[in-house]
């Protein structure tokens, strides 16, 4: 019931194009879900975040779209960039973060 | 500026050698955690801290001890480590008032064990 399973585990995409990371979850007691970005040799730093009683945030061309009744969330990156290339973590949290397994995003050039 | 500072960044050590991890604050959160990051894995979290002297395990705490006796610290220590510790590790603070967000992440440690 902690989980966040995370897909796809890698995603390749052309420069301008989209990217997109699906989460699904299964503690309805989440109360907050945050994207994190690392890049290498980094830690992983706040991209996005969303709370349940909102099923779409936007923040420039990063995206979430949240539907609670399917227990999903999905990252949506357009115009995708080479400086987009990283590793992309969702997470749900309670009092703790439960993070997905993670999914490394290359943008070709 | 707002960080989590942990030291160090690279260690290699042998197995059984007793070894520390730090990591400090200064952002006054009261809530720190640790975490591993293996491929195919993500972040599993080892140990958390509420607040201080207040420490309780997270879901991979085996060969791992943390104490909190600041508020602004968080050691991690390996008793005895062992290969499969070989891992990367991250240290998080954050706030842990009703509406608190973000969790910030130190830069990592990656440690090898031989």
């Known amino acids: 019931q902690q989980q966040v399973k995370q897909s796809p585990q890698s995603l390749i995409v052309q420069k301008g194009g989209i990217s997109i990371i699906n989460c699904a979850y299964e503690?309805?007691?989440?109360?907050?879900f945050p994207w994190y970005q690392q890049f290498p040799g980094k830690g992983p730093a706040l991209l996005i975040a969303?709370?349940?009683?909102?099923s779409e945030k936007k923040e420039g061309r990063f995206t979430i779209s949240f539907n609670k009744s399917a227990k999903q969330f999905s990252l949506h990156i357009m115009d995708s960039q080479p400086g987009d290339s990283a590793t992309y973590f969702c997470?749900?949290?309670?009092?703790?973060?439960?993070f997905g397994t993670g999914t490394r995003l290359k943008v070709l050039a | 500026e707002a960080q989590v500072t942990q030291n160090p960044r690279y260690l290699i050590t042998v197995t059984g050698k007793k070894l520390t991890v730090t990591c400090s604050q200064n952002?006054?959160?009261?809530?720190m955690s640790w975490y591993r990051q293996d491929p195919g894995l993500g972040l599993r979290q080892i140990y958390y801290?509420?607040?201080?002297?207040?420490?309780d395990k997270g879901d991979v705490p085996e060969g791992y001890k943390v104490s909190r006796k600041e508020k602004r610290n968080f050691p991690l220590i390996l008793e005895s480590p062992s290969p499969n510790q070989t891992s990367l590790y991250f240290c998080?603070?954050?706030?842990?008032?009703?509406?608190?967000?973000?969790?910030?992440f130190g830069q990592g440690t990656r440690l090898t064990v031989v």
């Open positions: 998080a603070s954050s706030s842990t008032g009703l509406r608190s967000t973000e969790a910030f």
């Open positions: 503690n309805t007691a989440f109360d907050y």
């Open positions: 969303i709370r349940p009683d909102v």
């Open positions: 997470a749900g949290r309670t009092y703790k973060y439960i």
């Open positions: 952002m006054n959160h009261e809530y």
């Open positions: 801290s509420m607040n201080v002297e207040v420490t």
